[in-house]
């Protein structure tokens, strides 16, 4: 059985899953049969909805994997999907009851495993939620899992996370995290793109990213992203642009010890001076 997560972000109220259900590395079984016919509503209607706001605004590694998920007018099962991603790129997905600890969560990308909340908002959530879901995993995150380069990063930074953990620079990596894998622009050839997961699972995020005239769009830094901090309850104030996942791989392979050694002299870092 695992133990309720500490809150993460800002968020002052404990995380919504029922942790009983996890076995000790977090992951759980997909309560498939517990879903409603509202659930799976819930899910093809942010689906669509979702699926045509992207055109012109999602790059497109995400637009050419998105049919790969499979059904969208239901919530699919985690199985049917793993069949394909687990022969494209050695990744699988597995059911989570939401946050989970940050070692837990590192230690499942480092071996190549996706977790992905079992439930889903409710009706009233339609545009927002907080808190990772069912729609916001599935949809947001693992289409770019069948890219190869992305698939690699993503267990790279797995595996850096366990290292930052020892070095005690979670919360500098999370930040990285937060500014790629989650609100991650890329420059391609027709124009600015969204990659990071919060923007393509986002209703509103998604022009915003793209678009809006208040916003700070930079070239990605390490360094610099590990500086800003982050809102969980609002658009991104700051978004960096990668010009390929190539980019993104070579920038993040990097041994980042030397880097938390610099940050350490920085105000604004979140590390001890
Ligand atoms: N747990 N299920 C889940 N999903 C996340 O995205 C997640 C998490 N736990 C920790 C976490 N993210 C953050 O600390 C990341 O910055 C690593
Ligand atoms: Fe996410």
């Keep these: 059985m695992a133990l ?3 809150v993460y972000g800002a968020s ?3 995380p919504r899953g029922d942790y009983a259900r996890a076995a000790a590395d977090y992951t759980c079984e997909q309560a498939y049969q517990l879903y409603t016919p509202a659930d799976h509503e819930t899910y093809r209607r942010l689906y669509q909805r979702q699926a045509m706001l992207l055109p012109r605004l999602a790059c497109d590694e995400f637009m050419a994997a998105l049919p790969r ?3 969208c007018e239901r919530i699919p099962r985690f199985e049917e999907i793993n069949q ?3 022969s494209a790129t050695g990744w699988e997905i597995v059911g989570v009851p939401g946050l989970i600890p940050e070692v837990a969560f590192f230690s499942l990308l480092a071996n190549r ?3 992905v909340t079992d439930w889903i908002r409710r009706p009233e959530e339609f545009d927002y939620i907080v808190e990772p879901d069912v ?3 599935l949809f947001g995150h693992v289409p770019l899992l069948f890219d190869p380069v992305f698939a690699d990063h993503m267990q790279a930074y797995g595996a850096g996370g366990l290292k930052a953990h020892r070095l005690g620079a979670c919360e500098q990596l999370s930040r ?3 500014y790629t894998i989650e609100f991650g622009l890329i420059r391609q050839k027709d124009g600015l793109r969204a990659y990071g997961a919060g923007i393509l699972s986002s209703s509103g995020e998604l022009h915003h990213a793209i678009h ?3 916003t700070q769009r930079l070239p990605l830094d390490i360094v610099r992203a590990m500086r800003t901090r982050y809102k969980i309850d609002s658009y991104q104030k700051t978004y960096f642009v990668i010009d390929s996942f190539q980019q993104l791989f070579d920038l993040t392979a990097p041994d980042f010890t030397p880097i938390y050694e610099q940050l350490k002299g920085m105000p604004g870092s979140g590390l001890p001076t």
Excluded: K, M, N
Aim: proline share 12%.
């Design 4 to 6: 309720e997560p500490h």
């Design 69 to 71: 998920l499979g059904v």
């Design 135 to 137: 729609f916001h995993d």
């Design 113 to 115: 495993r996706f977790p």
């Design 176 to 178: 990285l995290y937060w």
């Design 212 to 214: 809006s005239v208040d």
């Design 12 to 14: 002052d109220r404990p």
């Design 84 to 86: 394909r991603l687990y």
